[in-house]
């Protein structure tokens, strides 16, 4: 995966931390998901459709999923309920609307968040789709932020050739 597909939501993860959830926030090494290790607790996932196609999968474990929601609401959580899912959710949204937005020549559509809760989930198998995992560090918790995007390949335009005389 190009640098300039992946950047995009490595800024939008860091502006989330920065301006939502007032947290500085490091980022480890990136790699490709070869096999997905550990058990995530909950992951919120939306697909991207159009000029660009692709999925976005927020991986946390249960701890880091209530600190991050119970800080962007402003309350605190001490289980999963509806409205973690529902925050987790928000939490993938706003990184794909972000990076979304910063796709420039691209008409890029979002899906409908999903939020998928247990470890029996494996995001590698879809479509033989190529995940680069982007793990993160923060006070809030340790979650990764999984990516698979691919620009479509859009037809060139054929212009008309007129050949002939007096013609250039």
């Avoid at 979304?100 to 033989?128: E, M, W, Y």
Wanted: glycine share 10%.
């Amino acid at each position: 995966m190009k640098a300039e597909n992946i950047n995009p939501f490595i800024t939008a993860v860091n502006e989330l931390f920065e301006n939502m959830l007032d947290c500085k926030l490091k980022m480890n090494k990136p790699g490709l998901v070869v096999q997905e290790n550990g058990t995530p607790d909950i992951i919120g996932v939306i697909g991207m459709s159009g000029t660009a196609q692709g999925i976005v999968a927020l991986r946390l474990p249960v701890r880091t999923a209530l600190a991050m929601v119970g800080r962007m609401v402003g309350m605190e959580f001490r289980g999963v309920d509806s409205s973690i899912i529902d925050g987790v959710g928000e939490l993938v949204n706003i990184i794909a609307g972000s990076a979304k937005g910063k796709f420039d020549g691209h008409a890029i559509n979002l899906s409908l968040p999903t939020v998928v809760r247990g470890n029996i989930c494996q995001l590698s198998n879809l479509q033989n789709a190529v995940f680069l995992d982007v793990p993160f560090e923060s006070e809030l918790g340790n979650f990764s932020l999984m990516v698979t995007f691919k620009p479509a390949v859009v037809p060139e335009k054929k212009e008309a050739i007129h050949a002939g005389i007096g013609s250039r």
